[in-house]
């Protein structure tokens, strides 16, 4: 059965719980929740894991359990353990560079300035060709208010905001499964 790997990144613990950093990590938290799955922790791997069929694939939900710019340390052994092609790997991920309440997708390209992508691409050995699920989270404005801007609810607004494009997110994760990137594409980016 061919495999496909959904991981969310964040921060681990409840300080960090709901806040912009983690907006990947409450992707896969609220999908989990809706369909009933749970995730087992796996320590060689350093994360929370969990699969179910979907469409004829073996679906593995990931939730690193170390630090967001560590994320690699986490993604590199999960990938290789489970022998997923790199296509087949979705990173979901908050984005600083998008407003608040958008998602969009991109297929490969650089860490656009983000750590825990850093880290995966470092840990893969520049190898870049995964897939990646952008939440957006709007900029403070000044670069140096970023580091405590991330770890930050936001208003109710944003949270509002931020709830909406998962749920617009996950609306297109069976399309993305199916190989149906582009039909996924034109409806987050329409």
Known sequence: MNKF?????????????????????????????????????????????GSFEMLGREVFFLIPTIFMNHSGMSLKPT??????????????HDDLDLPSGACKLKNGGGDGGHNGLKSIIESLGGKRDFKRMRIGIGHPGESKLVNKYVVQKGSL??????????????????????DSWDIALNILHS
């Open 157 to 178: 607004k944003e949270r509002q905001e931020r709830l909406n494009a998962i749920k617009r997110g996950i609306e297109v994760i069976e399309l993305i499964i199916d």
């Open 5 to 49: 790997l959904i991981a969310g990144l964040g921060n681990p613990g409840t300080r960090y719980a709901n806040t912009r950093h983690n907006a990947g990590t409450d992707l896969i938290n609220f999908f989990l929740e809706n369909n009933s799955l749970k995730l087992k922790e796996n320590k060689s791997i350093k994360g929370r894991i």
């Open 79 to 92: 990938i290789k353990k489970l022998n997923v092609p790199l296509d087949k790997v979705l990173i979901i």
